[in-house]
């Protein structure tokens, strides 16, 4: 079993095989330039000190402004890169690193979060609460970070098939079709980034499994305790999915 500084050793002088898998995990060549290379570029600092000294003050990450979604895949692709080139350390490595990915992720996480404090607009609550309840259309208000649905119409709850009091609390993800998942993480970070509404189409999923595809609007309604995505689904036109 080895040490923390060794591991951190290990880091530097195995990178350049690390990138190697890195990329083919990729397949494509991570642009040097890109905020998530430096992202990447400043978790390896992190990790290397951490490991090197048994601790390391708070991930430096002033100037990043990055989608979380898009990052964590390649903090993930890198992980296992990081396993597979260790070979038969490669679960006391991850061991080793699972914990300051984690702490990584959580100050990223508190980073966007305090931008947004500072930039979101104060909504005020609505006035007729009952009014959502009476529109045709599917409503769904979805908390941006966790990706859990807070609030629900019956609209909603007849598109998806599922109760509204099973709906709440249940993660978007769960409904959307494969092909619609990375699209959706997207929307969602950008209206956690900027109070522009959002139109897009979706594949959702029923809770039969069946397609469902939609035309969505998204708003964003900023709370003191967190932020929302407004959003309206209407089924689409003639129910055809584009090829």
Known sequence: MRGGFEWAAWLVA??????????ARLGTPLDAGSVES????RFRSFAGSALGRGGAAAPALDGLRLEGAR?????????????????????????QLAPLAERFREALRDQRAARR??????????VV?????RIGDAYLAVDVDSGRIVDANPAASALLGVQREVLLGCDVPRFLDDSAR???????????????????RALLRDVHGLPVPVDV?????????????????????GGAWPA
């Open 38 to 41: 430096e992202a990447l570029r």
């Open 14 to 23: 195995r990178r350049a095989e690390i990138e190697r898998g890195l990329r």
């Open 117 to 126: 404090a500072r930039a979101a607009p104060r909504v005020s609550r609505r």
């Open 71 to 95: 990052f964590g895949r390649l903090l993930d692709a890198w992980l296992a890169a990081a396993e597979a080139a260790a070979g038969a350390g490669g679960v006391e490595l991850r061991a």
């Open 182 to 200: 990375e699209p959706w993480e997207s929307h969602l970070e950008a209206l956690a980034e900027s109070p522009e509404p959002r139109r897009f």
């Open 217 to 237: 609007n998204a708003t964003r309604y900023a709370r003191r305790e967190s932020t929302l995505a407004l959003v309206v689904a209407r089924p689409s036109a």
């Open 129 to 133: 609460l009952a009014a959502i309840d």
